[in-house]
């Protein structure tokens, strides 16, 4: 059964050209479709190391390469890693970052308002923090920060203030009750989207600290590709897409010193001059539809 569908894949293979031999990381390896492809490249020559934080996940990964030596599977936050001991240097290394459409369509994940569930929303199921907890025990002012920082939401206050006025009656439980108290808590009624989907991304960034996660990446991972490596990232939304940007454009400048000249050679290249666009009609999968991959290459 294939539980997900790998986005923007046919564009990762060609743009990352994998060759026979090479060692590849796939820091959010999910349901093993971008890695599968991979290993089919790299071939028995070639070494795959698989990272996830979620259990489910995990679990399916181990079942379905169980039979392949080369593939060594991490039950780990791509946070944690600890370059210099979990793993060699390597030649690729990929992060298709956010949700899968198991954690999304798993009713009891609380990842979705479209079924009812208990507010969840934890991609790794052994970490305290769930949205349950965000939303009754933050402050009404963190509540509303977190919606306007990583929802973009401009009725953040109003919405904080209508949660934490909901909660002294009881506990906000469940996805729908949220959702619901969102929508009758906002103006914004008659856009293409839920009014709650802002929120409920920016609730789910704050339980699983994605975009911390995705700064640690950002920092470790480039120092880690053998010369002539790559490290491809696929982003859902623009918080993240404009920090990979910012991230790699450092990388590829030259460093310079007071006086303005350049001090040394920059040490990548940028492989993508414009991100590559997952296509808004890929029927098959609507994850596609916001997928943004950017790649930067070490210089040998
Ligand atoms: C979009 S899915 C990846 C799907 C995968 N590329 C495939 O082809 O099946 C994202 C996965 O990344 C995992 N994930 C997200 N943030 C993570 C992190 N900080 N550390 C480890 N895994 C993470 C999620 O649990 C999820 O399984």
């Not at 208990?118 to 963190?142: G, P």
Request: hydrophobic share 35%; net charge negative; proline share 4%.
């Amino acid at each position: 059964m294939n539980r997900h569908i790998p986005v923007l894949l046919s564009e990762l293979l060609e743009i990352l050209n994998p060759i026979e031999g090479e060692d590849f990381a796939d820091l959010t390896a999910g349901y093993g479709g971008h890695s599968e492809a991979l290993l089919e490249k790299v071939g028995d020559k070639g070494s795959g190391y698989l990272f996830d934080k979620d259990s489910e996940a995990v679990k399916y990964l181990r079942h379905k390469f169980e039979t392949n030596k080369n593939i060594n599977i991490y039950q780990t936050d791509f946070a944690d890693i600890d370059w210099d001991t979990d793993i060699p240097q390597v030649d690729i290394i990929i992060a298709d970052i956010g949700v899968s459409s198991p954690q999304l369509d798993d009713t009891e994940r609380g990842f979705s308002f479209k079924s009812d569930a208990r507010l969840d929303m934890r991609m790794n199921q052994q970490q305290e923090l769930d949205a349950y907890t965000v939303i009754n025990t933050y402050s009404e002012k963190d509540l509303a920060d977190i919606f306007y920082r990583y929802g973009e939401e401009h009725s953040s206050r109003r919405i904080a203030k209508a949660i934490a006025n909901a909660r002294k009656k009881a506990p906000i439980q469940s996805t729908v009750e949220l959702a619901d108290l969102i929508a009758g808590s906002t103006h914004n009624k008659t856009g293409k989207i839920h009014p709650a989907t802002k929120c409920f991304q920016a609730i789910r960034i704050e339980v699983n600290q994605e975009l911390d996660a995705l700064e640690k990446l950002l920092q470790s991972a480039p120092k880690h590709l053998n010369a002539g490596g790559r490290l491809a990232i696929i982003s859902f939304h623009s918080l993240e897409d404009r920090m990979v940007k910012q991230a790699f454009n450092k990388l590829c400048k030259p460093e310079k010193d007071e006086f303005g000249q350049n001090v040394s050679k920059p040490e990548y290249k940028s492989v993508t001059k414009k991100p590559i666009k997952g296509s808004e009609y890929d029927k098959s999968n609507p994850r596609a539809r916001s997928a943004k991959l950017r790649v930067v290459e070490k210089i040998n």
